[in-house]
């Protein structure tokens, strides 16, 4: 180890100039997810949710993004912006959720359900989104969901957390839900929810939809153990908004614990606690400040998309920037 680098792991200590002149020398945009690391949100020129990541990914003048993120939000990335180069400093980093339903699986079942519309949660491969009609984040689902003729039958997937919060708003009942979870949200559950809440019940409530425990708060918030009015079901953009207009001195927080960056610097003066410390994803943690020097050094690892698999996805995924309030970067 170089007496520049620091002390464990041989990272140079000017890493953070290194990494923006690089991005210059490669005219690239580093876009971050708000779970990845403190110090890769930091560096970044737009942090966000899964939907505002894929409207500045549209958006972008650079002919390079690095994703600092997981393998399916890049590839969104490469499906909107295809004569871009797309990289991703971890090309291993995945997601367990999208991991539920392949591209084969969707037809399958959408064989079964001739005629009906298939709404696609964004955590899905691309040759998922070329099989789908319109893709959703959790911040649209439910506008998404609210846009399709009531009388036509949808296939939601694959996250049946969100799926459930999308058919209690809508009323729908002619949805039908995959049965995938996100293995870090569907730990977060109703025993954690309610002994944090009882630990402290007068502190606000902030929870991503795909949590285990989203069905439990609406629960707990109508038998009156939650106050429904501090019980928030949020995408992670609407939490940095809900965090800059909150007036609790504390919010707990069910969701990936790399959210609580975001939220402590929307509102320094609040407490923002995890309802559930060990809710860490290890593949958005997969993204490091080396492996982020290294793919702008090597220019890898490069995301592809066959052209007509990009060419069916966009049109699903286009119609989903298409609908639904904007969400937040931070830049
Ligand atoms: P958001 O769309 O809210 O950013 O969530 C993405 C995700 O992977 C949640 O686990
Ligand atoms: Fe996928 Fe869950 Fe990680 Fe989000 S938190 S990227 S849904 S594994």
């Given at each position: 180890?170089?007496s520049?680098?620091?002390e464990s792991?041989?990272?140079?200590?000017?890493w953070?100039?290194?990494v923006?002149?690089l991005?210059?020398e490669r005219?690239a945009?580093i876009?971050?997810?708000n779970?990845?690391?403190?110090?890769?949100?930091?560096?970044?020129?737009?942090v966000?949710d899964s939907?505002?990541?894929s409207?500045?990914?549209?958006?972008?003048?650079?002919s390079?993004?690095?994703?600092c993120?997981?393998?399916?939000?890049a590839e969104?990335a490469?499906?909107l912006?295809?004569?871009?180069?797309?990289?991703?400093p971890?090309?291993r980093?995945?997601?367990?959720?999208?991991?539920?339903i392949t591209?084969?699986?969707l037809?399958a079942w959408?064989?079964?359900?001739p005629g009906?519309v298939?709404v696609s949660?964004?955590n899905t491969?691309a040759?998922?989104k070329?099989?789908t009609d319109v893709c959703c984040?959790s911040?649209?689902?439910v506008d998404?969901?609210a846009?399709?003729?009531?009388?036509?039958?949808?296939?939601?997937c694959?996250?049946?957390?969100?799926?459930?919060?999308?058919?209690?708003?809508?009323?729908?009942?002619?949805?039908?839900i995959?049965?995938?979870?996100c293995h870090?949200?569907?730990g977060?559950n109703?025993?954690?929810l309610?002994?944090k809440?009882e630990?402290?019940?007068?502190?606000?409530?902030?929870i991503?939809?795909?949590?285990?425990?989203?069905?439990?708060?609406?629960?707990l918030?109508?038998?009156?153990?939650?106050?429904?009015e501090?019980?928030?079901?949020?995408?992670t953009s609407?939490?940095?908004t809900?965090?800059?207009?909150?007036?609790?001195?504390?919010?707990?927080v069910?969701?990936e614990?790399?959210?609580l960056?975001q939220?402590?610097?929307?509102?320094?003066?609040?407490?923002?606690?995890?309802v559930?410390?060990a809710?860490v994803?290890?593949y958005?943690k997969?993204?490091?400040?080396?492996?982020?020097?290294r793919?702008?050094?090597?220019m890898?690892?490069e995301v592809t998309?066959?052209?007509?698999?990009?060419?069916r996805?966009?049109?699903?995924?286009?119609?989903?920037?298409?609908?639904?309030?904007?969400?937040?970067?931070?830049?």
């Amino acid at each position: 180890m170089t007496s520049s680098s620091t002390e464990s792991t041989g990272l140079p200590a000017d890493w953070a100039e290194e990494v923006r002149r690089l991005a210059r020398e490669r005219d690239a945009v580093i876009l971050a997810h708000n779970y990845q690391l403190p110090e890769i949100q930091d560096i970044a020129d737009h942090v966000g949710d899964s939907l505002a990541l894929s409207r500045a990914a549209a958006a972008v003048d650079a002919s390079t993004i690095v994703f600092c993120g997981v393998h399916f939000m890049a590839e969104t990335a490469k499906i909107l912006s295809y004569d871009k180069t797309v990289l991703i400093p971890d090309e291993r980093a995945g997601c367990s959720l999208a991991d539920t339903i392949t591209a084969d699986q969707l037809r399958a079942w959408k064989a079964e359900h001739p005629g009906a519309v298939v709404v696609s949660y964004v955590n899905t491969t691309a040759a998922v989104k070329a099989e789908t009609d319109v893709c959703c984040t959790s911040s649209n689902a439910v506008d998404v969901v609210a846009s399709i003729d009531p009388d036509t039958e949808i296939l939601f997937c694959p996250d049946q957390f969100l799926g459930a919060h999308v058919q209690r708003i809508t009323g729908r009942t002619n949805m039908h839900i995959w049965m995938g979870e996100c293995h870090v949200h569907a730990g977060i559950n109703g025993a954690d929810l309610r002994a944090k809440v009882e630990a402290d019940p007068e502190a606000e409530l902030f929870i991503h939809p795909e949590c285990g425990c989203a069905t439990s708060a609406l629960y707990l918030a109508g038998a009156g153990v939650v106050p429904a009015e501090r019980t928030k079901i949020l995408s992670t953009s609407g939490m940095v908004t809900a965090a800059q207009q909150t007036t609790a001195s504390k919010v707990l927080v069910a969701t990936e614990t790399g959210m609580l960056h975001q939220l402590r610097k929307a509102n320094p003066l609040v407490i923002f606690e995890p309802v559930n410390r060990a809710a860490v994803c290890k593949y958005m943690k997969m993204i490091t400040p080396e492996k982020l020097l290294r793919s702008l050094r090597t220019m890898t690892d490069e995301v592809t998309v066959p052209a007509d698999v990009a060419e069916r996805a966009r049109r699903s995924v286009e119609r989903m920037i298409a609908i639904g309030t904007p969400s937040r970067t931070a830049e």
